[in-house]
């Protein structure tokens, strides 16, 4: 019974540390989700003021680039969305964050109904947080960046060298990149933002800046540990991007 | 007997609750969190058939691993001390367990201590290897274990003070 139960518990495990493979037991199902969504309605209210101040941040921005622009803000509203746009977006609400285990994984409050769908990607205002792991009705899971199974393409943002975004299961508040060529000029201050190469991200996403950097064992790469803008412990105002030229760019690659 | 169950089922609500909700949102110097949902495991009565204790630590570690989406990690550890869980109870008590005649409210402290020191650190050790699931990552491993079980051990003899029944 003992070796039954523990190899079936190890099975779990083994599940949860390779990326997206099927499994059941996660947060996103009718009675985790509604559980933390109903605890989470009453905890925002406690950091409202921050996350006001994060929201009235961003708009500013937002309305900066709006004016200096040159758009028109009282011209006739038309859903233009859809036109020739690539990209799609989806406001959300994590409502369960976690930032102290190895494989972090976090919950939000949209799902399948909203058309949620695996592999889109999460950002909030200051920038990139995770992906999207399982889905159900009304809720998902998100893999954040502070899992170490977590793999995005990142890359510097004077340059165009890019490597691979992971985390050493340390500090919450750095992540490191790899796989970025000895060549590359790097120095302590620069900013690191998403590549674009993968068909989640966009390219242009914040992610840090670099903190230290030392050449891999190997001597040919450079592993850079670099501070998140994102305070990961502290996040509840998310957007969900769709990039609606994935399945085309999918079957490219099929090909 | 029917007591019994509702007591136990209670504690077993009770205690996910606090631990998903409250305990694991603690995090304390960035990762240190107690778990005391261990407490069901370790005040199980003993007289209670081992297959039970077994499948029911499975259970409420599943229900932790399914809050905190850790596949089956809280499951795996809780599983191991509910199996090593007599022995445990033969090195801190001694001869009184071989009577088959525990309380835990009337042993004496010290080696009530001793059986939940045993218990967490043998828990904790477990949890955090399958966590980490690394070899070469072992000094983090016992790091997080060896803090986690300070707090855990610390919070849980508090609460069994609290909640302990007088036996007047």
């Avoid at chain 1, 921005?61 to 859903?79: A, E």
């Avoid at chain 1, 001597?219 to 412990?233: A, G, H, P, Q």
């Avoid at chain 2, 399914?66 to 033969?90: E, M, N």
Wanted: aromatic fraction near 12%; include cysteine.
């Amino acid at each position: 019974m003992f070796f039954l139960l523990f190899g079936i518990s190890l099975l779990f495990t083994i599940q949860s540390h390779s990326y997206h493979k099927s499994k059941f037991i996660n947060s996103a199902n009718f009675l985790t989700g509604g559980i933390y969504n109903s605890v989470n309605n009453i905890n925002s209210y406690f950091n409202l003021k921050s996350q006001n101040q994060l929201l009235s941040e961003e708009n500013k921005r937002l309305r900066s680039l709006l004016i200096n622009n040159g758009f028109k803000t009282d011209s006739i509203f038309t859903d233009s969305l859809m036109f020739n746009k690539s990209y799609r977006f989806y406001t959300s609400n994590i409502i369960k964050n976690s930032y102290s285990l190895s494989t972090n994984i976090l919950t939000i409050n949209k799902g399948k109904n909203d058309s949620i769908k695996q592999d889109f990607g999460v950002i909030s205002s200051k920038g990139i947080i995770g992906i999207i792991d399982k889905t159900s009705n009304n809720y998902a899971t998100v893999i954040s960046i502070l899992n170490t199974t977590s793999k995005i393409s990142a890359q510097l943002k004077k340059t165009n060298h890019f490597g691979t975004l992971t985390w050493n299961g340390k500090s919450p508040e750095f992540a490191q990149l790899i796989d970025i060529p000895k060549i590359a000029p790097v120095k302590t201050g620069d900013t690191i933002m998403t590549s674009g190469r993968s068909s989640i991200f966009p390219k242009g996403v914040p992610v840090g800046i670099v903190e230290n950097f030392k050449l891999d064992q190997a001597e040919n790469y450079y592993e850079i540990n670099l501070k998140l803008f994102n305070d990961m412990t502290n996040i509840e105002h998310v957007y969900i991007i769709e990039n609606v030229n994935t399945s085309e760019i999918n079957n490219l690659f099929n090909e | 007997m029917n007591n019994i169950f509702s007591v136990h089922t209670v504690r077993f609500i009770t205690l996910v609750i606090c631990q998903v909700l409250i305990l694991n949102h603690i995090n304390f110097m960035g990762y240190i969190n107690p778990y005391i949902y261990i407490l069901f495991i370790a005040l199980f009565p003993i007289k209670n058939s081992r297959i039970t204790l077994i499948v029911l630590s499975f259970l409420i570690g599943l229900t932790i691993d399914l809050f905190l989406d850790t596949g089956g990690i809280h499951a795996g550890a809780s599983v191991f001390i509910a199996y090593a869980r007599p022995v445990i109870l033969k090195t801190s008590f001694g001869t009184i367990y071989e009577h088959q005649s525990i309380k835990f409210n009337t042993v004496d402290f010290g080696s009530k201590l001793t059986y939940f020191a045993l218990l967490t650190v043998v828990h904790h050790l477990v949890l955090f290897s399958l966590e980490i699931f690394s070899f070469s990552k072992i000094l983090l491993v016992l790091q997080k274990t060896l803090f986690s079980s300070i707090f855990t051990i610390l919070l849980s003899v508090i609460i069994t003070i609290i909640f302990s029944r007088k036996s007047k």
